[in-house]
C-alpha cells in the first residue's frame, strides 16, 4: 500500500569544516518560562530573544487561549501583557500542546491551583510521554488530575478550592518536575519545597527572582511560599546552549574548524555538554563571559581537535541530558571507549534516544551497545570516518540534527529520515549550518511506501 504523506529528510555530503560565527536561536527552556511567567505577571513585559520555535510556540498559543493578550513574536521580540496571578481565563477548548514535554509538565503545575478546568493534549509523541512523575506530587498537594492509567496524556485539570504546599524530595533529578511544582506552589496554602538528589536546571528560580517573587534556596533545596506577587521586568534570552552542542561538537570532529558561537547561556546548571566534551579534549574556548537577563552568557570558540573516550561522570549526567545525541556523536569519533551509565531518562524523551541512536550509529558502522541506562560506544578513533547511510530520526529533533552533524566526519552520504520535528527547537537549522559549512540540504513531500 502506498501512502502519501509530508515529510522532510536532511541529505548530507560528507566531510567539510565549520568555519565563522553563529548565534544559534534563543533558549528554549528559558522561552518557555518567560511567557508563562510574563503572563502571570503584573503590567506589560518586554521579551528579547524569544524562540519562535513550534513549542515555545504552543506555550505561548495556549496562554493566548487563556486570554493574555501579546503582541509578536517578530525577529525574537515578544511583548505579553500580563494579567496577574489569577487573571487566567478558562479557554473552553483543550489546549494542545504539539510536541512540547515541557509546556505539558509546568502547566499542569500551574494550572493545577486555577478556579476553572483545563485539559492538556499533544501530539502522538507527546502523548506517549510518562507524567505520572508529575502528576503524583502533584496530587499530593490537592490537585484533581485525570490521567490515562499509564499516566499520560490527555491531562484533565479540575478546579479546586486551594492547593496545600509540601516538602518534597525528588525521587529523580528533574527541572521539569522541580518547576511544576514551584508553579503550583504559587497557589498553594503554606511553604512549598523540592529537594534535588543532583543539580538541574534552575531558569525557574532565577526567573521568578527577576520577577520580584521570593524564592529561597539552600544547597539542593529550594523553597516558594504561595500568595505572592510578579511584577513585569524586561527579559533578555540567551542562545540555546542545548542547540549550541550540536555545532560544539560538529567543529570538534571536523578537521579544519574553528567556529564561534556567540552570546551562549552559561548557566552552571547547563554546561554538562561543555564540561564533558573538555574532559574528551576539546578545544572549547570562553569568551566575553557576562550577564544577560539574569542569566550568565559567553561566547564560545571551537577548534577541530582530536577526541578520546571517557567514562561520564555522573554528576554531569543531569547537567547534559539533552546534549547526549550530540555527545554520542562526539564519543563516534574519539579514540577509545566512552561509556554513559544514570541516564535512563533518555529512554522517556521525544524518542528512546539511547536505542535510536545507537541504531543509527550501526547503521553507520560505530560499535555502540545500548544498555538500560545509557551505552557504551567505541569511538573510531581520529583517523576514522563514519560510514554513509540511511539513518531515522523517528520525529526527534535532537536525533535528526545529531547525525547531520555525523556527516562532517563521514566517508559516503548520510541521509537522516523524518526529520520535521527540528521546527520545534531550532527554526532554519538548514539554513544557518550550512552558512558556516555543514553540506546539508532538505528534501520535502517524499513519497513513502507504506
Known amino acids: ?60 498559543a495556549a496562554f493566548r487561549a487563556m486570554g493574555v493578550a501579546a503582541e509578536g513574536p517578530s525577529a525574537g521580540r515578544l511583548q505579553v501583557h500580563g494579567v496577574g496571578l489569577h487573571g487566567l481565563n478558562d479557554p473552553g477548548r483543550a489546549l494542545d500542546l504539539g510536541n512540547s514535554g515541557t509546556s505539558m509538565r509546568l502547566l499542569s503545575g500551574l494550572l493545577a491551583g486555577q478556579r476553572f478546568a483545563t485539559t492538556l493534549i499533544g501530539d502522538a509523541s507527546l502523548s506517549r510521554r510518562p507524567m505520572g512523575r508529575v502528576i503524583e506530587p502533584l496530587r499530593q498537594m490537592g490537585a484533581h488530575i485525570e490521567a490515562t492509567p499509564e499516566g499520560r496524556a490527555p491531562l484533565g485539570l479540575l478546579p479546586v478550592e486551594r492547593l496545600q504546599g ?11 518536575v522541580k518547576s511544576s511544582l514551584l508553579l503550583a506552589g504559587l497557589y498553594a496554602q503554606g511553604e512549598t519545597c523540592v529537594s534535588e538528589p543532583a543539580p538541574t536546571r534552575d531558569h525557574t528560580e532565577r526567573m521568578l527572582g527577576a520577577f520580584g517573587y521570593s524564592v529561597r534556596r539552600a544547597g539542593n533545596r529550594v523553597c516558594l511560599s504561595g500568595g505572592g506577587r ?7 534570552i540567551p542562545a540555546d546552549v542545548s542547540s549550541a552542542a550540536f555545532f560544539l561538537v560538529g567543529a570538534s570532529i571536523a578537521p579544519g574548524s574553528d567556529l564561534t558561537l556567540t552570546q551562549v547561556g552559561m548557566n552552571p546548571t547547563r554546561l554538562g555538554v561543555v564540561n564533558i566534551l573538555r574532559q574528551m579534549g576539546a578545544d572549547i574556548a570562553i569568551e566575553r563571559p557576562r550577564e544577560l537577563g539574569g542569566e550568565p552568557v559567553a561566547d564560545l570558540r571551537v577548534r577541530a581537535a582530536p577526541l578520546h573516550g571517557i567514562a561520564i561522570p555522573q554528576e554531569q549526567v543531569p547537567l547534559a541530558i539533552d546534549e547526549f545525541p550530540a555527545l554520542f556523536i562526539a564519543a563516534a569519533c574519539a579514540d577509545g571507549e566512552t561509556l554513559l551509565s544514570g541516564a535512563s531518562e533518555l529512554r522517556v524523551k521525544e524518542s528512546d534516544r539511547i536505542q535510536v541512536m545507537a541504531d543509527g550509529l550501526a547503521a553507520l558502522g560505530v560499535e555502540a551497545e545500548p544498555r538500560p541506562d545509557g551505552m557504551r ?58 552558512a558556516v559549512g555543514l553540506p546539508i540540504t532538505e528534501l520535502r513531500d517524499v513519497e513513502r511506501q507504506a
Open 377 to 434: 560506544i567505541r569511538g573510531l578513533g581520529a583517523a576514522g570516518l563514519l560510514g554513509g547511510g540511511e539513518v531515522e530520526a523517528h520525529g526527534d529533533h535532537r536525533i535528526a540534527m545529531a547525525f547531520a552533524i555525523s556527516a562532517l566526519r563521514a566517508a559516503a552520504p548520510i541521509r537522516v529520515e523524518d526529520c520535521a520535528n527540528v521546527e520545534t527547537s531550532f527554526p532554519d537549522f538548514v539554513g544557518l549550518a550550512a
Open 166 to 176: 509540601i516538602d518534597y524530595p525528588l525521587p529523580v533529578a528533574s527541572a521539569q
Open 230 to 236: 510578579l511584577v513585569a521586568a524586561p527579559l533578555s
Open 1 to 60: 500500500m502506498t501512502a502519501s504523506a509530508q515529510s522532510l529528510s536532511f541529505e548530507l555530503a560528507p566531510g567539510g569544516a565549520l568555519r565563522g560565527e553563529l548565534r544559534v536561536p534563543g533558549d528554549k527552556s528559558i522561552s518557555h518560562r518567560a511567557v508563562m511567567l510574563a503572563a502571570l505577571a503584573e503590567g506589560t513585559t518586554e521579551i528579547d530573544g524569544f524562540l519562535e520555535g513550534a513549542d515555545s510556540l504552543a506555550t505561548l
